[in-house]
């Protein structure tokens, strides 16, 4: 099959999907987790194939961890498709109710999007977290997974096909992709894919971005930012700034550029340095910077740089004013920090900085679905429109219109024989 | 100045706008009727000089008839800003509360997109309705309207943008294009402009959607279905198929295909031929419906053609469920209809058919966002997400979200020194 055949089928499937009721999703995911645990020993074996060939690859040993699969993984997505199955279902959820004349009611009621494609690292666990997220929002999903995991992802996706199918979910909903080339092809189809969910390097992101009318959700560069305002608690603005920098530096919302007010710049910088130091964090300092603490010099490359390794830019800047103003030239709309003691300073900082996360007096690394408490996440959005941040069930979600009428016809209004009423209806959560 | 020059204007503005407060917009609407009455004159002179022009170019009389801007017009849009006024604003909406510690709370707050690109057709009134709901939400917006109105707009865009300024709103919000070589400029600035609302002809807006990285809201064809269900009462299906067609034949949400059932085309074909005839709407029809009434044969093009004319394909169907496939393959997404007595048949035809609109028992025509209640209208939405339907101000919004902390690093979560508590919070809607 070529992928527009996987698409169309995907396609196909999405529409009775859509429609199918919440306990059969729910059995369906029940059946799932249990067939995972029933075919333990083959999905594993799949996963030792996936290892061995990776290894004799001289795949590097970070690259080995992502990619290995155990007992305890399987656990872990096991205990994930059960708390999954416990969430409300997201569709029909009843978003607004008018009443428009009487016998002629408009709702607005949540639905799934339609053909999700979504493409991902090595873990195999996304696999089986992504492909559950879209069971239980009503979406069919092209999956295109690592080649190092093809084995593994190959196993997981049969027995939750399978699995599914058999609980009543329409086959053809859960379709892999295994190769560069289905994913360039899948980038064609936007009368079969509603949206691609695009995970990995910056660069392979922009190349989705770049090269598909369908449309995306995610991010390319997360160049995230501490402001150390003139009023912070600057032993606060020191464990913030660290832990934003140091708590996982490989990832997209571990800070890059910390702006520091100048007014404290000379207390704060030497007592910042210290634990950054103390992690081999690098520094790239603006002449302000390298004045007071020993840095390399920055130039304007630092500023737009994702370094996700030990290293730091950082600015002295002269106000509040001139932090916004960087971080919105700079920053990728990610996930910015404001550490101050004023309240108003930081209510201002989060409203002008046009970034999807705004944070005061926190580390910019609780960017992140799970500590937002969404459970799984299908990734980070620095999208202006549909998700912004990170994104969960809800971000699978769209809504129709439901019109229901006794036979109304548009010219009685038109010619004034009857006029709307436009009365919100009860289940109008926004009243 | 460039186009390039104007959006980055439009971007600078962007940023304070998002965060002026409610009074300050509700006077600067305020401040703008009070001066579009005051500026009358040259508004309508303005108008006068197109008119003239325009006649002199031989445009046609519908067209003269939308770009005429009188009097009446001029009170039209400033009763309607005065509601628009009169609306909440829809920033700073808490959507979600939610403690993920104690000390640590976090928001989901509704805030602006940032800049639209408008394009809209030779309405004046268009410009002031848009560039209003733009400023309400907090929007900087570029806009493009119809060649013919020129002057119009020049006139309109500067009353506006003085009063709008004075009043305290950030300058540059604003901005007017007028070339198609602007559009065709601006279609590149994705790193200003955040969403582009295309109103034209399907041709135009497909070519936007081609030819932009920018997220598009809008329709490019509105091919609409109105199906008669086996158990419809055949007289409120006669009125609902003729409304559908003919109150007003040039727009997207009249009906183009007329889908029967089977076991009642016998009966209702010659029933809705009479008051189709009576209009003189042209028919075209399948091979079962041309044994029944008098129709041209319809080809598979039929299916897929949006006629804004008085002509409309007929086909008879096995059963509802052909219906769906029918409308889902053929269908723009746009609106359709089922008449029947069944409540059961209009849910599920409601839940399968992917349509942004899908009513039951009346008129595709209400398919419009003053008949729906939510105000002006920004457009019509064919797209999967983000909005879909008529779209209202709710349609220019996004959300950030703003996590308040007393200093937390990640660290002391990842390390079991804390754990999450992720309660929701007094003040989330959803509980």
């Not at 979910?169 to 079969?192: F, H, S, Y």
């Not at 800047?317 to 930081?346: C, K, L, P």
Request: with cysteine; glycine share 8%.
């Amino acid at each position: 099959m070529t992928t527009a055949d996987l698409a169309r089928a995907a396609k196909a499937a999405s529409i009775p999907l859509a429609a199918i009721d919440t306990d059969t999703k729910n059995r369906a995911l029940t059946a799932i987790g249990e067939a995972l645990a029933a075919h333990a020993d083959s999905i594993l074996a799949a996963n030792r194939a996936d290892l061995a060939r990776a290894a004799a690859e001289n795949l590097a040993a970070p690259l080995l961890k992502r990619l290995k699969f155990d007992e305890a993984k399987l656990q872990g997505v096991i205990e994930g498709i059960a708390s999954l199955a416990r969430l409300a279902d997201p569709v029909g959820e009843m978003l607004g109710a008018t009443e428009l004349d009487e016998g002629l009611e408009l709702y607005r009621v949540s639905c799934p999007i339609g053909v999700i494609g979504v493409i991902f690292e090595s873990r195999p666990d996304a696999l089986v977290q992504i492909s559950t997220l879209c069971l239980k929002s009503g979406n069919a999903v092209l999956l295109k997974g690592g080649s190092e995991a093809l084995e593994t992802n190959r196993a997981l996706a049969q027995v939750i096909r399978e699995a599914s199918v058999a609980a009543g979910v329409p086959d053809g909903w859960i379709q892999i992709l295994e190769t560069r080339a289905d994913v360039t092809e899948m980038l064609k189809l936007d009368d079969c894919i509603d949206l691609i969910v695009p995970r990995g390097s910056n660069e392979f992101v922009r190349y989705i971005m770049d090269h598909s009318n369908i449309a995306v959700l995610g991010h390319a560069d997360g160049i995230c930012h501490v402001y150390v305002d003139a009023a912070a608690d600057l032993a606060m603005a020191t464990a913030v700034a660290t832990d934003s920098k140091c708590q996982y530096v490989a990832v997209c919302n571990a800070a890059e550029t910390l702006l520091v007010h100048e007014a404290v710049a000379a207390d704060f910088l030497p007592q910042v340095a210290a634990p950054l130091a103390a992690q081999n964090v690098e520094l790239h300092g603006c002449e302000r910077t390298c004045a007071l603490i020993d840095a390399q010099p920055a130039t304007e490359e630092d500023w737009q740089t994702e370094y996700l390794d030990y290293t730091l830019a950082i600015r002295v800047v002269d106000d509040m004013a001139a932090a916004i103003d960087h971080i919105n030239q700079y920053g990728s709309g990610h996930t910015d920090v404001i550490v101050t003691g004023r309240a108003e300073a930081a209510e201002t900082f989060m409203n002008l900085v046009d970034s999807g996360n705004v944070f005061w007096n926190c580390s910019t690394r609780f960017s992140d679905g799970f500590r937002y408490g969404l459970g799984a996440e299908v990734g980070i959005s620095t999208n202006k429109i549909h998700a912004r941040g990170p994104v969960g069930l809800e971000g699978l979600m769209i809504y129709k219109w439901k019109l229901k009428g006794t036979g109304q016809t548009v010219a009685d209004y038109a010619d004034g024989r009857r006029t709307f009423t436009h009365r919100p209806l009860a289940g109008d959560c926004r009243g």
